[in-house]
């Protein structure tokens, strides 16, 4: 079975501008959650996403956002890209049930210039 | 807010040697995974551990849950060249299980 993908893999991006990051789960979990990751640092939570409702929001501004299709993909939009949003964004995916375990995908490198 | 903090930050051994690294916190979590990532890459799933107390195996990998749920050990015996790269603890809570991240251990194994 495929794993998580992400698209696209790296992007560039100008001050201002409005990115959309794409996630495809694994087949069968129908939970996805968004991280960012700072170069140096660990993966920050942004979003969990279950049966296309909003499970978790961590702390980041409003120009970021979510949404899970009824395949259980989802898209993250950030609006008004900030220097400081460079960044790997990392998407997970988990079977909500014992565990709760969360696999990554490769990523989206997003670099705002 | 729930912080884990890892430590060492950056560890450079020998192939043979023997590590140890650390994951603390003041919060109780449901559970702990450790994971290891690769430059560029998304974090590979290595263990979760659920029960206080709890030791589970990986070949050479140990980890160790904490009596409290509230820290974590990853134990590496005879070390490879394979082992490098960045090792993070996460420790999972809330009704989204969202996972709080420590900031990482950055492991050089050299040959």
């Known amino acids: 079975d495929a794993g998580v993908t992400q698209s696209p893999t790296h992007l560039i991006k100008t001050r201002g501008q409005q990115v959309t990051l794409r996630c495809s789960p694994i087949s069968g979990h129908k939970s996805v959650s968004w991280y960012q990751q700072v170069l140096g640092q660990g993966p920050q939570f942004i979003f969990q996403y279950y049966e296309k409702e909003e499970r978790g929001r961590g702390n980041f501004p409003d120009r970021f956002s979510a949404r899970q299709f009824p395949n259980y993909s989802s898209e993250l939009n950030v609006n008004a890209l900030l220097l400081g949003d460079s960044a790997l964004y990392l998407c997970?995916?988990?079977?909500?049930?014992?565990?709760?375990?969360?696999?990554f995908g490769p990523g989206t490198r997003l670099t705002v210039t | 807010t729930q912080l884990l903090e890892q430590s060492p930050q950056f560890l450079s051994i020998q192939e043979g040697e023997n590590l140890t690294v650390y994951c603390n916190s003041s919060s109780v979590f449901s559970s702990l995974q450790w994971y290891r990532q690769e430059p560029g890459e998304g974090p590979v799933l290595l263990v979760t551990v659920v029960t206080g107390g709890e030791v589970k195996k990986l070949k050479r990998l140990t980890f160790q849950f904490g009596d409290a749920r509230k820290d974590s050990s990853l134990h590496i015996t005879a070390a490879q060249p394979g082992d490098t790269g960045l090792y993070l603890c996460a420790g999972s809570s809330g009704s989204a299980r969202q996972l709080t991240f420590g900031s990482g251990t950055q492991l050089t194994v050299l040959p």
């Open positions: 997970a995916s988990s079977f909500v049930g014992e565990g709760y375990e969360q696999y």
